[in-house]
């Protein structure tokens, strides 16, 4: 089973403007981690984000956590063809990793 | 550090067979962990071994097993398999000291199609 919810499923966007992707989740959280996958390869983690920490930023990432909605959000900006991809968020409980339903997310150049 | 590498990449069995996947994690981590990927039923947790013992389990048939060895390699094994069994495998370490925050290394995945 899933822990989180991803919104939206499929997002379009044209080079250089903003992709911003929702995770919704269920339980209480140690941790919530985004990765991004490439069609039908591994995942590659992204960015990490404590349940203490409201907002973190990596390059041209921003993560924010909202513990009382029980929600995240990746906001990727000047988006890039190479970004083109899937994206996971995974929450971190107390004994493991459970990944969300994903956002496919597709740069057009 | 050299990543995450599982063998084969590819695979295609026919129902009823077995097969057996491997998994070597990067140097040093001691958590193995295996996902399930489906379009239909997205990333789904299979087991998860640290130090050659399972520490958690998914929610799939016993079907599914898998072991861990001294040198923290790791191999899954799905026996008598049915079409549904047909998908990404994934495995990724990491330390696996879950009161830390930390990642896991995805390798780059077995696509098993069962025909």
């Known amino acids: 089973s899933q822990q989180g919810e991803e919104d939206p499923q499929a997002l379009s966007i044209q080079e250089g403007e903003n992709a911003t992707m929702n995770c919704s989740y269920k339980t209480s959280i140690n941790n919530l981690q985004w990765y991004r996958q490439n069609s039908g390869r591994g995942l590659v983690h992204l960015i990490l984000i404590r349940s203490n920490e409201r907002e973190k930023h990596s390059g041209r990432l921003r993560v924010t956590l909202d513990t009382s909605k029980k929600s995240s959000s990746l906001l990727i900006t000047a988006s890039r063809a190479a970004d083109t991809a899937s994206y996971f968020c995974?929450?971190?409980?107390?004994?493991?990793?459970?990944f969300g339903t994903g956002t496919r997310l597709q740069v057009f150049p | 550090k050299a990543g995450v590498t599982q063998t084969p990449r590819y695979l295609i069995k026919t129902r009823g067979q077995q097969v057996t996947l491997s998994c070597s994690p990067i140097?040093?981590?001691?958590?193995v962990s295996w996902y399930q990927q489906t379009p239909g039923q997205g990333l789904q947790f299979l087991f998860e071994y640290f130090s050659e013992t399972q520490r958690n389990k998914g929610n799939f048939p016993g079907r599914f097993s898998g072991r861990q060895f001294s040198n923290s390699r790791s191999e899954m094994n799905v026996s008598t398999l049915e079409l549904g069994d047909s998908a990404l495998y994934l495995c990724?370490?990491?330390?696996?000291?879950?009161?830390?925050?930390?990642?896991?290394?995805f390798g780059p995945g077995t696509r098993l199609t069962v025909t």
């Open positions: 995974a929450t971190v409980g107390t004994d493991k990793l459970i």
């Open positions: 990724a370490s990491s330390l696996g000291y879950w009161d830390k925050p930390y990642e896991q290394y």
């Open positions: 140097s040093g981590h001691r958590s």
